[in-house]
Structures are given as structure tokens and as C-alpha cells.
């Protein structure tokens, strides 16, 4: 079921069946709980040393309602033009290099395209530090949103928990 543009009922027109359910009912349905929207996780990820953005690839699709994810991916997709929120978490694991932790939200596969949204830390030696990001941006139909992670140490580094959302809010 798609959303249907709200009718201009006329005056005096008869209320039917059809038109509830097409204008009303099916739309409450899809704002409700069929409306896009998923939740996408990796577990276990390595982010690239030396600054450089490294894409990750979902290991489980929590929520997944229209499609918006498929696995081994780094990205969702809108399968509809509108305004999305979308976020991201992540947790740099604790080692002995201190130095600076990030993810980004971008348009394109490791950091690449329009920069939608980023959040850095700093990483305090041994300990783990956690991330998030969230951001409402404006997609056309199929328009993807990727997440990318970086580390400024010289070798890469354990992320754990890497998770991303998306939901549909309006047109």
C-alpha cells in the first residue's frame, strides 16, 4: 500500500466505502506502521587507520519496512521521495593510541558526496568511546544515505555495535 495524496472532497459528496479506505484508512496505515523506515546493524567492524573512511556492511536487518535495506550494504535507500530522519551509533573499542573517532552520513560509499552529517571524538587511551549522529535530510525516490567510519591512528581499529536508522516524517 502507498500513500495516496489527500482527497479535496467536495461539498455535499457522499462519503463511500472506497474513498475511507483509500483516503483515510489505507494513509492512518501507512503513517502508522507501514510508512519506510528500517534499522540496520553491524556487530562487529574495522575502522581504516590513518583517517581514511571505511564503509561497513550490515550484518542483521533489525526493521525493515519498504525495503529500505539490504544486507552487506553500507546504506539505505528511500524507496520514496520525502523528508527522512536518520541516524547512526557506533563504539570504538578502547586500545592504547589516542586519537580521533568519527562517522559520517554522506551521499556516497565511504565518505564520498554530500557530507549530510558527521560526529567526531576523541579517544582516550584504553577506553572505548561511543558515537552518534542524526540528521533529517531530503531524498528523492531511491536516493541512498551511506555510513562511513574513520579512525586518525596509524592502523586500523575495532568498532563494535555499529548501528543506522531511517524514517520517513513527510514530503
Given at each position: 500500500m502507498a ?22 484508512s489505507?494513509?492512518?496505515t501507512?503513517?502508522g ?11 562487529t567492524?574495522?575502522?581504516?587507520g ?5 564503509a561497513?556492511s ?11 535495506a539490504?544486507?552487506?550494504?553500507s ?5 520514496t521521495?520525502g ?9 570504538f573499542e578502547?586500545?592504547t ?12 560509499s ?5 557530507v549530510y ?8 587511551g584504553?577506553n ?13 525516490a531511491?536516493?541512498?544515505v551511506?555510513l ?21 516524517c513527510?514530503?
Amino acid at each position: 500500500m502507498a500513500w495516496n495524496t489527500p482527497r479535496d472532497w467536495a461539498t455535499n459528496e457522499a462519503v463511500t466505502s472506497a474513498n475511507m479506505d483509500t483516503y483515510v484508512s489505507d494513509n492512518l496505515t501507512w503513517l502508522g506502521t507501514s510508512r519506510p523506515h528500517c534499522q540496520v546493524r553491524d556487530a562487529t567492524a574495522t575502522a581504516g587507520g590513518s583517517a581514511a573512511w571505511t564503509a561497513v556492511s550490515w550484518d542483521s536487518l533489525t526493521t525493515n519496512v519498504a525495503s529500505m535495506a539490504s544486507s552487506s550494504t553500507s546504506h539505505v535507500i528511500a524507496p520514496t521521495a520525502g523528508f527522512y530522519m536518520i541516524g547512526a551509533s557506533a563504539v570504538f573499542e578502547g586500545d592504547t593510541t589516542a586519537g580521533i573517532r568519527a562517522i559520517m552520513l554522506s551521499s556516497g560509499s565511504a565518505g564520498s558526496g554530500t557530507v549530510y552529517a558527521q560526529s567526531n571524538t576523541t579517544q582516550h587511551g584504553g577506553n572505548p568511546s561511543g558515537i552518534t549522529v542524526v540528521t533529517g535530510v531530503q531524498l528523492a525516490a531511491f536516493g541512498a544515505v551511506y555510513l562511513s567510519i574513520a579512525s586518525s591512528d596509524a592502523t586500523a581499529g575495532a568498532v563494535s555495535n555499529v548501528r543506522m536508522w531511517a524514517i520517513w516524517c513527510t514530503t
